[in-house]
């Protein structure tokens, strides 16, 4: 069964499918609950973090855990809250973005959305 969604942004869409891997950050418990069912309901493979730190911690490890493959992976999707405690969503984003410019040639940049509830 090929079920997907698309959002369309301002100058691209993105098609989350089953098996599309997703980050969601946020550090109300209710909000991971609600975008991970909404997820998991098109089949979506779905980690979730409290704080813009350990979402940073969940792809450095998925990174690390890779490091003697030629092309790296982690997610294709990144959503993340605006407006979190410590660390941002803008500050988030752009520790990622120095993180893929890091591996540029290995890494395949993640779409990123913020939300806020």
């Known amino acids: 069964r090929d079920s ?5 942004l301002v100058d691209q869409t993105i098609t989350i499918k089953s098996g599309t891997k997703v980050l ?3 550090d109300e418990a209710f909000n991971q609950i609600v975008l991970r069912q909404l997820l998991e309901r ?3 493979v779905c980690d979730t973090a409290s704080s813009g730190s350990e979402g940073l911690q969940l792809i450095q490890d998925q990174i690390n855990a890779q490091k003697n493959q030629a092309k790296l992976s982690y997610y294709d999707v990144i959503i993340v809250d605006y407006d979190m405690p410590v660390m941002c969503g ?3 984003i752009r520790h990622v973005r120095e993180i893929e410019n890091q591996y540029r040639h290995r890494l395949e940049p993640a779409a990123v959305l913020g939300h806020t509830a």
């Open 42 to 44: 098109w089949e979506v």
């Open 24 to 26: 969601v950050i946020d």
């Open 90 to 92: 803008p500050e988030f």
């Open 4 to 8: 997907h969604q698309e959002f369309e």
